[in-house]
């Protein structure tokens, strides 16, 4: 079933998401050639400590870190290691934060140092189809209308939309009903009410969409190992808009419709 969320479960929402927010904002900073994927998880577990707040993703199914970071042609679920990240890597940090039982949960893929041109290209569209995805979730809209955004300005732009993985509910579980598809058709699937708050996660491959699991059974890559970018916020659906709830505290949390 899917649940609406009252105004005074997202402030909870809201609060969880602004500890997503800040664990992305360290991890980006320290992110340059030399340093391990397990010191960003590091960083990111201070952070949820700092708080006293939960990761949503350690335990999850046995999953054994705090954060995700999925490197190059990984695409999303890479498990922070001591691999060393090199000039022109580009990397997704996925994070998850529980406060008082509440979930938010927000990705960025980043630059190490100086990348390709295609890869910058990879990383700049991944985020703005994000945008778009947002700015469909309009209330009086039906979900389709995310997708279709998100698909239409991706494939134009020359890269291929992930269809195995799809954003998703979200609330006091990290993973709720509805799925959220990155693609698919305008006016489609079940109408947005106010009170639906979900994650909304464009993976977007340089290459073909097929995915494959390594053997760890957790990290997913590009079957033609192709570069992959992925970009998450969670948002709360209201009559006046999209309220990006793992947005910055400085930064605006409204998204114009
Ligand atoms: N953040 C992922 C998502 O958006 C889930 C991470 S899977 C975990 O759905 F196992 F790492 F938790
Ligand atoms: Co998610």
Redesign the pocket.
């Known amino acids: 079933m899917i649940t609406l969320k009252t105004a005074d479960q997202t402030t909870k929402m809201r609060a969880a998401g602004l500890v997503v927010s800040e664990m992305l904002a360290r991890t980006r900073e320290a992110v340059r050639p030399g340093i391990t994927t397990l010191d960003l998880d590091r960083i990111a577990a201070e952070v949820i400590a700092r708080h006293g707040a939960k990761s ?2 350690l335990g ?2 046995g ?1 054994p870190a705090t954060i ?1 970071t999925s490197v190059n042609e990984e695409i ?2 890479g498990i922070p290691s001591k691999r060393v990240l090199r000039e022109g890597d580009i990397i997704g940090i ?1 994070a ?1 934060a529980i406060v008082d039982e509440w979930h938010a ?1 927000a ?1 960025i893929t980043v630059p190490v140092g100086k990348i390709s041109a295609e890869a910058a290209k990879l990383i700049a569209v991944t985020e703005e189809a994000l945008r778009r995805g947002i700015a469909a979730a309009r209330v009086g809209g039906r979900l389709g209308d995310i997708g279709a955004a998100v698909q239409r300005y991706a494939e134009g732009e020359g890269f291929s939309v992930v269809r195995n993985y799809v ?2 509910g979200i609330g006091r579980a ?2 709720e009903e509805p799925q959220v598809p990155n693609y698919g058709a305008p006016e489609r699937g079940i109408p947005i009410r106010e009170g639906l708050c979900i ?1 909304i ?1 464009p993976m977007l491959n340089a290459g073909r969409p097929e995915t494959r699991t390594l053997k760890d059974d ?1 990290t997913v890559v590009t079957a033609d190992t192709s570069l992959s970018a992925h970009f ?1 916020h969670t948002i709360w659906c209201t009559d006046k808009g999209p309220v990006v709830l793992t947005a910055p505290a400085s930064g605006r949390v409204s998204v114009a419709a």
């Open positions: 949503s993703f999850y199914y999953y995700c999303v679920h996925d998850g949960d990705a954003g998703h990290m993973h994650a996660e957790w998450e």
